[in-house]
């Protein structure tokens, strides 16, 4: 009996060991656990796409998804900590630890899902399209710019390239590295027309009215969420929650109303 007891004794302790070893493990795996023992919250970017990250004239980062990280962070008791990346990078980032969590306007798909997991969206956008004034009228939606005697511009690597490629391929396609770049095509006269993301393109195209038409029926459905590292659940538990607190409380439409309800702070960043 004693050594049955002895057995069962160890076999107790082993197992303690074990589960120990496993909270350990969850524990530092959990971006979450990290950043509270960092004490600051890494959030890459690409600054420049409006109104969701921008520079203002003093060289700060502004926009929603700004306020909306600096309001994460405080929540978690650390400070924010902005990583302004290229978007071409900007997954590859995540996923070497240069940060924390992608809060950029990134539109969820399958594709990048394969590599990232996504938050619940927090909001829904589509792509729109920008035309030269000569077209207005003639060009009503992407289908009319199905076409190869047009030119059309988009951002690459976004799903407007991939929404140009996949519903206006006959069209003669170019690829530019900013959305500014591409939008500047249309507005110089080198391209008919820029398919972009629709609070872009409504911004854009109302600093530049007499430049600029906006055909602003979304023709795609593109839910925007924060991404992630794989394998976290702790994490993305804590998201979901913090998104929900925010649209319940009124912080969210705070924040939609100061950067999608008005223009305010256009001259800011101008």
């Keep these: 009996m004693k050594k049955l007891l002895m057995t069962l004794g160890l076999a107790v302790g082993l197992c303690s060991q074990a589960a120990m070893a496993n909270d350990n493990a969850l ?5 979450l656990n990290k950043v509270i023992s960092a004490g600051e ?3 890459c970017f690409e600054a420049g796409y409006m109104p969701f990250e921008m520079k203002n004239k003093k060289g700060e980062y502004v926009g929603f998804d700004i306020d909306m990280a600096k309001t994460m962070a405080k929540s978690m008791g650390v400070k924010f900590t902005p990583v302004n990346t ?3 990078g900007i997954i590859p980032a995540l996923l070497t630890d240069k940060c924390d969590i992608l809060m950029s306007g990134m539109t969820v798909t399958a594709e990048r899902n394969l590599k990232v997991n996504f938050a619940d969206p927090y909001i829904v956008v589509g792509q ?10 003639q060009i009503k939606s992407y289908k009319d710019l199905n076409d190869p005697k ?3 511009v988009t951002k690459l690597g976004t799903t407007g ?5 996949k ?7 170019r690829l530019f590295e900013t959305e500014s770049e591409g939008a500047l095509e ?3 006269g080198k391209a008919d027309a820029f398919v972009y993301d629709l609070p872009f393109n409504a911004i854009y195209s109302a600093q530049n009215k007499d430049k600029l038409v906006h055909v602003a029926e979304p023709f795609t459905y593109e839910p925007l969420g924060w991404a992630i590292r794989k394998g976290d659940p702790d994490f993305l538990n804590f998201l979901n929650n913090f998104l929900r607190q925010v649209k319940g409380d009124g912080t969210y439409d705070r924040f939609y109303q100061k950067w999608f309800e008005s223009d305010e702070w256009l001259s800011s960043v101008q």
Excluded: C, F, M
């Design 27 to 31: 524990w530092e795996k959990s971006t």
């Design 41 to 43: 919250l890494r959030v």
């Design 86 to 88: 290229a978007w071409d």
């Design 128 to 137: 729109s399209i920008l035309l030269k004034p000569e077209l207005a009228g």
């Design 150 to 152: 047009y030119t059309v």
């Design 161 to 165: 390239d991939i929404a140009t490629k």
């Design 167 to 173: 519903l206006i391929g006959q069209a003669n396609i």
């Design 186 to 188: 249309v507005i110089n």
